[in-house]
Structures are given as C-alpha cells and as structure tokens.
C-alpha cells in the first residue's frame, strides 16, 4: 500500500381522545409508543441510519359481563411503524486532504372485548388472538337494570359531548387560519437548550478558530485544506502537504467561518513531520487560539470530534473515537518519495481530502491531534489523480509532537530532528529495523563519531525495541525517534549475530529538511 496528501483540489403528541365520564370499569388505555430517529453524519457522503421501531401490544382488563354479552369480534395485537492493511512496519496512509403502536382505542361502550389467550399470535398484519376461548357455563349475577341503564346513557352523554367539543374546537380553528394547517411554527416552541459538553456545544465554539485554507502556485495548480488559530498573533497550524504549493511565491489565503478571508504567508514548515505554520498577513482582533491537549493522556476509545473542509465543503464537523494510538504511519503525495512519519492518533471519525490540517477534538474541545492522512478504499494509493474517501481510518499527528515542531518553526523558521545517526532499511517487513550497508551517495550508514556509533552499533544490526517500543521496521523506527527531542536518552535492544543485546543512546540533531 502505498501513501498519499489528503489535500483536495480547489471546487468550483398525537391529539388525545375524550374520555367519557363514568366510563366502565376495567377500559384499556392505549399503549405508549416510540421511536429511532433518523442520524447523520455531517460529512461528504451522509450516512443515515434506518428508523426503526416496534409496534406492541397488550391484554385488556375484563369487568364483570351481563348474564347474555352480545358478540364481539376478537381485537388484534397492535402494530407499530417500522420507524490500513497492515503493514509490518507503519501503516502506509492517504493524505486526507412511529411512533410505537399504540393499537386503536377501545369503545367506550360496554361490554368490552374477551381476553386474549395465553400465547397470542405475532404475525406479520392481519393476524387474529388465535382459538377463541372455551365457552362454558355463564353464572349470571342480577344487576339493577336501572343501575345498567344509567350507565349506558352516562356513556352516551359523554361521547356527545365529547364529541361536539372535538367538531366545535376544529370549526373555530378552522375559521382562525383560514381553514388551512393546524401546525405550530418552530418559534413558538421552547428554546433547544444544549449542553455545555455536546458535540453541538463544542463544535459551535471550535469552529470560529478553524479557518479554510487554498494554496495556489504561481503555475496555477492549488489545493484546499484546513487549519487553525494557534495564537493571538494570528499563527495558523496546518500540514505541510497543504501549504507546499503556494510556499515558494505562491498565493495563501485562509478563510473563517464567518466568510471573512485574510492573505497569509509561510512561516515555516517540516517536511518530514507534514507540519506546517502560516501566518495572516493583516490578523484581525480578537483571535482566539484553540485550547491545546496532552496528547500523550489520550485513551482508545475517547470520543473525538474533526472539523475541516472535506473536498471543499468548509466548516464540516464529523465524530467519532480515538480506534488506535502509537500507529506507526509513513505517508506522503504519491508523486514523489519524500514521505513523512508519525505516530499517530488513529480516529474512525470521517476524514476525507480537505481535512488536512485540521484539529482533532476530544470531548472537552481541546486539540489533542491534527488530521493528516487517511487509508484509502482498497488499500490502494491516490496516484493518477485519484482521490479516496473516508473508509473509517484516519490518522492524526499527536499535538504534543505538533506543537514541539510549531514553536521550532516559529522562532527559527526551520525544523529540528532527533536522530541516532544510522541509516536504516526502509523495507516495510522484516523482525526489525536494519542498519544499512551505507549510507548511500559513498557516506557509511553508521554516522562517525554520530549516537549509533558511540553506543557501539553498526551495519548489519538489527534494531527490535526503541524504549519498550516493538520496532519491525525502518518507517517504525523513525516514527518512534521522532516523538521524541534531541538530547534524549533512549534504550535500543538489537540483535547481532543471532545474539540480542541492549544499549543507551542519546539521540542527536539534524536541523532542516534533508534535500
């Protein structure tokens, strides 16, 4: 699998029934109901869930019938409206760039309706309660027939009643409105109140700091990406990938959520983390930087939110979960082999080319990455132009790394890598990362006097464990050295000779992208 930028190209209550009064006793109450409300996702293309629901049914309370009840038919069941393969060493990656049943309701005249048997039928419509029950002997008890009387014309009064208040209430609505809708406009219902820690909340105070970025080269050829507000001096934190082409006399604009859009230039980037910092040219008052997390406290499962511009749609919030961490990811445009290497936040929440650069969310609405890559559909690359969509695997550089490479940026202009200074195989299989034969254009592999050398390593050794990391190849390696600062002292485990041996190695620097 190979892996490419995810940059994309610049785009042209139901009313209730009267109830009578001195109804008999025993009369059913209509079963409640309820419902699965339609979800999307706010992303490119929506994904709707099915409604779904469940109708019901349930047993009538049985008075004392007459000596003779006349014949009533069997009442049925209610129904209710169906509301990266893997790779040995990094993960090769795309940059992204009805309400229930409630049943009919029951007369209220008398005698209600016989129970329905022990084990009813559950078919799919017209289905009956089964075997009418076994007639036998009725022992009739006396009644008053004046008492009968009574209750039957109490009945009667009340469903006229009842009724002629329904047809009143309707004709005087009717001649209100014209005879036209019975609907009730959306302003005069209670304000929607959300929580202060929604997706809805988060978002809608995230978004302001999020702003759309187009680079265009001066051939023409631009992209668009995603970015967001770092500090009140109006530093923008993005991808590399998605600034590339406008970085050598080209045109950077980035534009806010609320449409407004400012000239920007870059300051900085590293080619070799995909970081990148711009800076607006005229920033306006009263930015307000995105609140930073610590990546490293991130747990899988964790809910996340990603907003960006996928293929140009701005201001696009998607959800999800932290899927994976510490994944090994080697990814790059597919036009050339200058890749870069992280270890990433793995997110199933919907990326797509346009996402690119832009923040990764937890709950809190704190950045705790920045979008960068994705697996593409098939595990194929995005050569020949070919853009994938989201497949569920997206992946973010770790904002504590990001904001390590954005301060180097921003004070010098240029990045700063720790190195062990050994030349590596970058073969995606293997037990491990080898040290090459040489280190290629007639340089050993080995750095003389370099961290490798110092510590006694050289061609040929096969390095297994960085700290308690498991190393199985080059592009793992390098993902893992760079998560960390020069200076560092790190454990190597290495095998030689079929012997395994363990070594401490304090990483050096390389300042600048290499040619």
């Given at each position: 699998?190979?892996?490419?930028n995810?940059?994309?190209?610049?785009?042209?209550?139901?009313?209730?029934?009267?109830?009578?009064?001195?109804?008999?006793?025993?009369?059913?109450?209509?079963?409640?109901?309820?419902?699965?409300?339609?979800?999307?996702?706010?992303?490119?293309?929506?994904r709707?869930?099915?409604?779904?629901?469940?109708?019901?049914?349930?047993?009538?309370?049985?008075?004392?019938?007459?000596?003779?009840?006349?014949?009533?038919?069997?009442?049925?069941?209610?129904?209710g409206?169906?509301?990266?393969?893997?790779?040995?060493?990094?993960?090769?990656?795309?940059?992204?760039?009805s309400?229930?049943s409630?049943?009919?309701?029951?007369?209220?005249?008398?005698?209600p309706?016989?129970?329905?048997?022990?084990?009813?039928?559950?078919g799919?419509?017209?289905?009956?309660?089964?075997?009418?029950?076994?007639?036998?002997?009725?022992?009739s008890r006396?009644?008053?027939?004046g008492?009968?009387?009574a209750?039957?014309?109490?009945?009667?009064?009340?469903?006229?009643?009842?009724?002629?208040?329904?047809y009143?209430?309707?004709?005087r609505?009717?001649?209100?409105?014209?005879?036209?809708?019975?609907?009730?406009?959306?302003?005069?219902?209670?304000?929607?109140?959300?929580?202060?820690?929604?997706?809805?909340?988060?978002?809608?105070?995230?978004?302001?700091?999020?702003?759309?970025?187009?680079?265009?080269?001066?051939?023409?050829?631009?992209?668009?990406g995603?970015?967001?507000?770092?500090?009140?001096?109006?530093?923008?934190?993005?991808?590399?990938h998605?600034?590339?082409?406008?970085?050598?006399?080209?045109?950077?604009?980035?534009t806010?959520?609320?449409?407004?859009?400012?000239?920007?230039e870059?300051?900085?980037?590293?080619?070799?983390?995909?970081?990148?910092?711009v800076?607006?040219?005229?920033?306006?008052?009263?930015?307000?930087?995105?609140?930073?997390g610590?990546?490293?406290?991130?747990?899988v499962?964790?809910?996340?939110i990603?907003?960006g511009?996928p293929?140009?749609?701005?201001?696009?919030?998607?959800?999800?979960?932290?899927s994976?961490?510490?994944?090994?990811?080697?990814?790059?445009?597919?036009?050339?082999?200058?890749?870069?290497?992280?270890?990433a936040?793995?997110?199933?929440?919907?990326?797509?080319p346009?996402?690119?650069?832009?923040?990764?969310?937890?709950?809190?609405?704190?950045?705790?990455?920045?979008?960068?890559?994705?697996?593409?559909?098939?595990?194929?690359?995005?050569?020949?132009?070919?853009?994938?969509?989201?497949?569920?695997?997206?992946?973010?550089?770790p904002?504590?790394?990001?904001?390590?490479?954005?301060?180097?940026?921003?004070?010098?202009?240029?990045?700063?890598?720790?190195v062990?200074?050994?030349?590596?195989?970058?073969?995606?299989g293997?037990?491990?990362?080898?040290?090459?034969?040489?280190?290629?254009?007639?340089?050993?592999?080995?750095?003389?006097?370099?961290?490798?050398?110092?510590?006694?390593?050289?061609?040929?050794?096969?390095?297994?464990?960085?700290?308690?990391?498991?190393?199985?190849?080059?592009?793992?390696?390098?993902?893992e050295?760079w998560?960390?600062?020069?200076?560092?002292?790190?454990?190597?485990?290495?095998?030689r000779?079929?012997?395994?041996?363990?070594?401490?190695?304090?990483?050096?620097?390389?300042?600048?992208?290499?040619?």
């Open positions: 699998m190979s892996t490419e995810e940059g994309t190209a610049v785009p042209s209550a139901p009313s209730v029934p009267p109830v009578p009064v001195a109804a008999p006793e025993g009369t059913p109450a209509s079963a409640p109901g309820g419902f699965t409300q339609d979800q999307r996702y706010p992303d490119q293309p929506g709707s869930s099915e409604p779904g629901g469940a109708g019901g049914f349930g047993g009538t309370a049985q008075g004392s019938p007459p000596a003779q009840p006349p014949s009533v038919p069997p009442t049925g069941p209610g129904q409206s169906e509301p990266t393969a893997p790779l040995p060493g990094a993960v090769p990656a795309y940059y992204p760039g309400t229930g409630t049943g009919s309701a029951p007369d209220a005249g008398w005698p309706p016989p129970p329905p048997p022990a084990q009813p039928s559950y799919g419509g017209g289905g009956g309660w089964g075997e009418p029950p076994a007639s036998g002997p009725q022992h006396k009644r008053p027939g008492l009968i009387a209750v039957l014309a109490a009945a009667l009064v009340a469903g006229v009643v009842g009724g002629g208040i329904g009143w209430a309707a004709d609505n009717d001649d209100s409105v014209g005879g036209g809708s019975t609907t009730v406009s959306a302003a005069d219902a209670p304000a929607l109140k959300r929580e202060a820690g929604s997706t809805a909340a988060v978002a809608g105070k995230a978004l302001p700091s999020v702003v759309t970025i187009t680079a265009q080269a001066q051939g023409g050829d631009g992209g668009t995603t970015g967001f507000v770092y500090d009140k001096q109006g530093h923008i934190l993005t991808n590399n998605v600034v590339a082409s406008a970085a050598d006399g080209g045109d950077l604009t980035a806010f959520s609320n449409g407004k859009e400012y000239a920007a870059v300051v900085g980037r590293a080619e070799g983390y995909d970081v990148a910092v800076k607006l040219k005229d920033p306006p008052s009263g930015l307000k930087p995105l609140a930073l610590n990546s490293d406290k991130v747990a499962g964790d809910s996340t990603a907003i511009a293929f140009g749609l701005s201001n696009t919030v998607t959800t999800g979960i932290i994976a961490k510490n994944r090994p990811v080697a990814s790059g445009d597919g036009s050339s082999d200058k890749n870069s290497y992280m270890s936040l793995q997110t199933d929440a919907s990326i797509n346009g996402n690119s650069g832009g923040p990764l969310l937890d709950a809190r609405g704190a950045v705790i990455g920045m979008n960068s890559a994705i697996q593409p559909s098939g595990g194929g690359g995005g050569g020949g132009g070919a853009q994938s969509g989201s497949v569920g695997l997206g992946f973010a550089i904002i504590n790394q990001a904001k390590n490479v954005a301060e180097q940026l921003i004070k010098t202009g240029q990045p700063v890598y720790p062990i200074g050994a030349t590596v195989s970058m073969a995606e293997g037990d491990g990362a080898t040290i090459s034969g040489d280190g290629g254009g007639g340089t050993p592999a080995v750095t003389p006097d370099g961290p490798a050398a110092k510590a006694g390593l050289k061609s040929g050794d096969v390095i297994t464990k960085f700290n308690d990391v498991q190393i199985d190849s080059g592009p793992t390696l390098i993902s050295i998560t960390h600062k020069p200076g560092d002292k790190i454990k190597i485990t290495y095998t000779g079929g012997k395994e041996s363990q070594v401490e190695v304090t990483l050096g620097e390389r300042k600048g992208d290499s040619q």
